[in-house]
């Protein structure tokens, strides 16, 4: 069974600084899909990435997966307030149906 | 990209009752899911909609309690049956037009049961 980690489930952090979000997950996955969400919204599409050693980078957003590590990761630059949502990550599964799996999420408050 | 609408966006039901929700999708898709999402919580799959045929239920989850229409490839139907106040949540349809295509979400319905 796919289980999947993010780390931190928390973040707090001042505009204009650097950090990632980590998702490590338990069992084989070749995509991996990243997901913001802001209070009371749904889910907007941030990155698909479809192989290992895939980066992707939006903004002052970039992702990356490593398929044989099992981690993927979110990394913020130069944080602003407007990035403020909480993100999730979601590996697939593979043999039979396809599925994502979805971490719990980690909630960032960037603050001025 | 697909544009996902659901109706309704939001309701209130008594204890007993049932509650269908619509999915529309603005494109044809191959995959439709559905998902609950409890306030502050991750997303929980509860189904996979199969069009012209039965839907694919995760664990947990049954075709009594949560039955699911799939006539054609940009609609599906989830209705929550007998309700009680621990369906409260919110329920999301999404749509996927291949495998190496992102999956798209509707905006949610949120339901109380009272």
């Known amino acids: 069974e796919l289980k999947v980690e993010q780390n931190p489930l928390f973040l707090s952090m001042q505009e204009g600084k650097n950090y990632t979000i980590y998702c490590n997950y338990s069992t084989t996955s070749d995509r991996l899909y990243w997901y913001r969400q802001d209070p009371g919204k749904s889910l907007e599409s941030l990155f698909v990435?479809?192989?290992?050693?895939a980066v992707k980078q939006e903004g002052r957003l970039m992702a990356s997966l490593d398929t044989k590590a099992r981690l993927s990761t979110l990394h913020i630059t130069a944080a602003v307030h407007d990035l403020s949502a909480t993100y999730f990550c979601a590996p697939i599964t593979q043999g039979g149906s396809e599925k994502l799996v979805f971490g719990k999420g980690t909630k960032l408050t960037v603050n001025p | 990209s697909a544009v996902i609408s659901q109706k309704p966006s939001r309701d209130i039901c008594q204890r007993g009752t049932s509650l269908t929700i619509q999915c529309q999708v603005d494109s044809q898709v191959t995959m439709m899911f559905w998902y609950r999402q409890q306030p502050g919580q991750s997303l929980t799959l509860i189904a996979t909609?199969?069009?012209?045929?039965?839907?694919?239920?995760e664990s947990g989850f049954v075709i009594d309690k949560f039955p699911i229409s799939r006539p054609n490839l940009t609609f599906s139907t989830l209705t929550v049956s007998n309700l009680s106040p621990e369906d409260s949540s919110i329920y999301l349809c999404?749509?996927?037009?291949?495998?190496?295509?992102?999956?798209?979400f509707g905006p949610g319905t949120r339901l109380t049961v009272l």
């Open positions: 990435l479809l192989s290992n050693g």
């Open positions: 999404s749509a996927e037009r291949g495998v190496t295509d992102t999956q798209y």
């Open positions: 909609a199969n069009q012209g045929s039965e839907a694919t239920y």
